[in-house]
């Protein structure tokens, strides 16, 4: 064996220990019946900090909730050049919330975990709406300048640095920030691979299109767009709506198309969420994981990739683009995530037994839809995997100038490097890429949550000072 196998070796093996640590068992609880509820090191760490920041908010996604609508459809003012509004910042981030894990995702929750699963996905994203918000403050509290793309830049990265550093002169770089920068790219490296997968998969079920078709279309659209300097936001404001108003509107026909069956779907998820029926793939324990994780993943929130988009929004006071990010988290989940979910569980089982991943939604989809709806979800996957990655290298550029400095080559070049991963994904699906996307975000997690708890104070006066003009508007 030579030495460049044994390093390689080394590398990997210490690659899947990190990877089991952030995403595996690290605590099991025996429950009733046989089953038993296995907690890994992320959701140890985001669910109680969901609770925390609940609490501190005072139950912000419930009292504030008209607030955020009323946000959301205010005259928007935008006084830097080259800054974006706080919608438009909602957009970026909603653009990557609302991906592959709204469609492929929730299916395997179902799979896995049982109708029940559903249950806890919409209880993490009430719990985590509230992490969005505290991220989404401080990200705007700490936004600098932006001198390549106008407007503003920021995100976890750099209230990390201003946390750990301090804004003291030459302290030019803080380790944990460093660490979170760095996380963030591996991440939206391994991310753009699954994208091009996603995609081409899709399209090889709907089409039998050979994917190299379909991932060079998709690369060279991308291209002319991320390649742009200000095109992104522009695209994203247009893609967004359209993609979201579509999908709730095919799942809003076959609800009413299949009305009679509601009151059984909803009484088999709350029954399956609490173990009163026998759950798919293990009972209660699997219905909570399964849940909790995919809540976890779709809807990003403690990961530090939405403030990023955050930062950038040139806004009148920091808790609205909290607030607005809050409502991202249940556009994300109560909203897409039980799109997809109903049109899973509106379907007879004997009907889908045995299938997975995008083949399992398609004949769903054909289920309710016929040939129409195998084309739709092919053409809605491609939307969503399209602005995910759109979404995603607007986020690459505040963690890429904190590393790099303010210049367009460092910009260019992790560009270049997500495309050709994108391409890559399309071709052929590499789990060890996959996995990288997985490990990245659980370290941007674990890094964001060193310094947002310690700063939620911050977070919670802005909040408070909000709510006192409120009263006096």
Known sequence: MTVFQTTADFFVTAFYALFDLLWGDLITIPLPGGSSLGLSLLVLILVPSGIYFTVRTRFLPFRLFPEMLRIVVEKKHVSQKGAISGLQALFVSTATRVGMGNLVGVVAAISAGGAGAVFWMWLIALLCSSTAFAEAVLAQLHKEKDPLYGGYRGG????????????????????????????????????????GNSVSSAFVNAFQMPPIYTTAVLVVIAAVIVLRKNATVKVLDIVVPVMAACYFVATLFIIIKNAGQLPLVFERIFMEAFGLRQAVAGGIGAVIMNGAKRGLFSNEAGSGSAPCAAAAADISHPAKEGLLQALGVFIDTIVICSCSAMIMLLVPS??????????LLQAAMHYHMGDFGVVFIAAIMWLFSFSTFIGILFYARSNVAYLFGDNWLSQTLYKVLALVMLFVGGMAAYTFVWDLGDLGIGLMTVFNMMALIPLASQAVDSLRDYEKKMKGR
């Open 350 to 359: 004997d009907l889908i037994d045995g299938l997975s991943g995008m083949e």
């Open 156 to 195: 976890p990265a750099y209230y990390i640095h201003h946390f750990f550093a301090g804004k003291k002169e030459g302290r030019r770089y803080s380790v944990i920030a460093v660490l979170f920068a760095v996380s963030g790219l591996i991440c939206w490296c391994g991310i753009s691979q699954v994208i």
